[in-house]
């Protein structure tokens, strides 16, 4: 009965840009195959209410359906899209952002052995389970809230809590849990990918970063593949990749500047490694962005 409330609120709500009245909740609907979309995937949780939906990170695949969950605990560079969609029957699912600071409150507060820890290296940043019933009534109950504006600013945080409880406490909660420690593997990770998020354009030393993450480069490489699918090097060019591809979207004719801009030096290479990425060169895709053919938007929900 959960997984049909959800449906039927998420289709009664959904909107073309994926936005709701609910700070830091997102519905996604498509009622028609479209290509893969690229994107940063953020920390979230995510549900599929119907269909079915495949994303890539790096040589990693993840597909995750109806009644399932996501959770991603760093923020990476996805290629992702509902498969199979049909008009009687679109796609639908749920979006929520992960707050470190709510789940290390949750830390805080929870008891003696109500969280059991696992430790060691983390395990990929992106984690698929099914949905138990108690994390599908919380959504329901957050979900509700679009139709009584009245409750929405007492309720929301409350609702929102309960489903971070129920994520930290659940079968992925391992991966959740260490978005809220400071001192966590994960987030000495998050800090480089931060870090080369925000300086992709530059050439660095994995030596540096390793040291601004305050790890050994053996146990930074170890950790940083882990989670990411990616040597560092290889999530740079992710990253440059998909700037460049938003930059195409409103500059198609400009090709060598928008290489330059994101950091490349060599045209040929860009092109090379734009068509391994996306598979077609960047003049073809830019023209297919022009003309509406191309997405580049959230790969998640």
Known sequence: MSLDSLRELL???????GTTAID????????????????????????????????????????????????ASIDLPLTGHFVDTVPSEASLGFGMTLDPAAIAELLLEAG???????????????????????????????????????????????????????????????VVRQLGLADSSLNHIRRAVGWIRDNYTKPFRVEEVARLSGMSVSAFHRNFQ???????????????????????????????SV??????????QFSREYRRQFGVPPSIDAVRMRDGAGAVVAALP
């Open 11 to 17: 289709e009664r709500h959904v909107r073309p840009d």
């Open 24 to 71: 830091g909740v997102r519905i996604c609907g498509a009622d028609h195959a479209v290509a893969p979309e690229t994107a940063m995937s953020g920390t979230v949780l995510a549900i599929i209410a119907q269909g079915d939906k495949r994303l890539a990170l790096g040589d990693r695949v993840f597909e995750y359906g109806a009644g399932q969950y996501l959770v």
């Open 112 to 174: 003696p052995g109500d969280l059991p820890w696992v430790p060691g290296t983390p395990g990929p940043g992106i984690a698929v389970s099914d949905a138990p019933d108690e994390l599908l009534d919380a959504v329901v109950r957050l979900l509700r809230l679009l139709d009584q504006p009245r409750d929405r600013k007492a309720l929301a945080p409350l609702f929102k809590r309960e489903i971070l409880w129920r994520l930290i406490t659940g079968e992925q909660g391992d």
């Open 226 to 256: 882990a989670v990411t699918a990616m040597t560092p090097i290889q999530f740079q060019k992710h990253i440059r990749l998909q700037a460049a591809r938003l930059l195409l979207a409103n500059r198609p004719r400009d090709i060598t």
């Open 259 to 268: 290489s330059q801009r994101v950091g490349y030096d060599n045209l040929s």
